[in-house]
Antibody, heavy 119, light 108 residues
Framework: EVQLVESGGGLSQPGGSLRLSCAAS????????LSWVRQAPGKGLEWVSI???????YYADSVKGRVTISRDNSKNTLFLQMNSLRAEDTAVYYC?????????????WGEGTTVTVSS | DIQMTQSPSSLSASVGDRVTITCRAS??????LNWYQQKPGKAPKLLIY???SLQGGVPSRFSGSGSGSDFTLTITSLQLEDFATYYC??????????FGQGTKLEVK
């Protein structure tokens, strides 16, 4: 079964760090484009970051310089390292498999992990 | 950046109704438009990709149309399980993508 399972969310103080993980099964992370998408409480979906099969990485302006997307092919796992956390980073974070070609849809989603940034 | 605007933001309907949700892009995005359904506390689910292609396993009462900058999602004969929030997403401006603000479909 094709599946994504996130972990690593929790409570952090402003300025703190968290590392989110997304374990894939049923497909290989190295052969797929993978994205992180977040949803603040009561708000809509916001794209955060994507990693291409070749390793290129891209970020939304709202997180650029504070967040790093990476993957461990041996563990078939995607990561999101989040530093200098702000209150506005509070959200449910979803990892998703991206189609990797136009129209760049996301067809497999994890159940999400919750990040809360508060003092 | 490409902005995506959905209308209406919320919609009340009854089981058996036909509903249409509109998504407008701030510039032409060809047919690189995808639709998702999200239920409370759950992850989004892909319904339609490339404006009009139905994702596998999605009921045929869902359909999409449009090209350029104007798109629609239509649900014919609403079922109870269809009451949810719907998002459009443009896949044109790769690597970034943007979502519409969502349309909440509620029971009348």
């Amino acid at each position: 079964e094709v599946q994504l399972v996130e972990s690593g969310g929790g409570l952090s103080q402003p300025g703190g760090s968290l590392r989110l993980s997304c374990a894939a099964s049923g497909f290989t992370v190295s052969s797929n484009y993978l994205s992180w998408v977040r949803q603040a409480p009561g708000k809509g979906l916001e794209w955060v970051s994507i990693i291409y099969t070749g390793g290129s990485t891209y970020y939304a302006d709202s997180v650029k310089g504070r967040v790093t997307i990476s993957r461990d092919n041996s563990k078939n796992t995607l990561f999101l390292q989040m530093n200098s956390l702000r209150a506005e980073d509070t959200a449910v974070y979803y990892c998703a498999r991206n189609s990797g070609s136009y129209p760049y849809y996301m067809d497999v989603w994890g159940e999400g992990t919750t990040v809360t940034v508060s003092s | 950046d490409i902005q995506m605007t959905q209308s209406p933001s919320s919609l009340s309907a009854s089981v058996g109704d036909r509903v249409t949700i509109t998504c407008r892009a701030s510039q032409s995005i060809s047919t690189y438009l995808n639709w998702y359904q999200q239920k409370p506390g759950k992850a989004p689910k892909l319904l339609i990709y490339a404006a009009s292609s139905l994702q596998g396993g999605v009921p045929s009462r869902f359909s999409g149309s449009g090209s350029g900058s104007d798109f629609t999602l239509t649900i014919t004969s609403l079922q109870l399980e269809d009451f949810a929030t719907y998002y459009c997403q443009q896949g044109y401006s790769t690597p970034t993508c943007t979502f519409g603000q969502g349309t909440k479909l509620e029971v009348k």
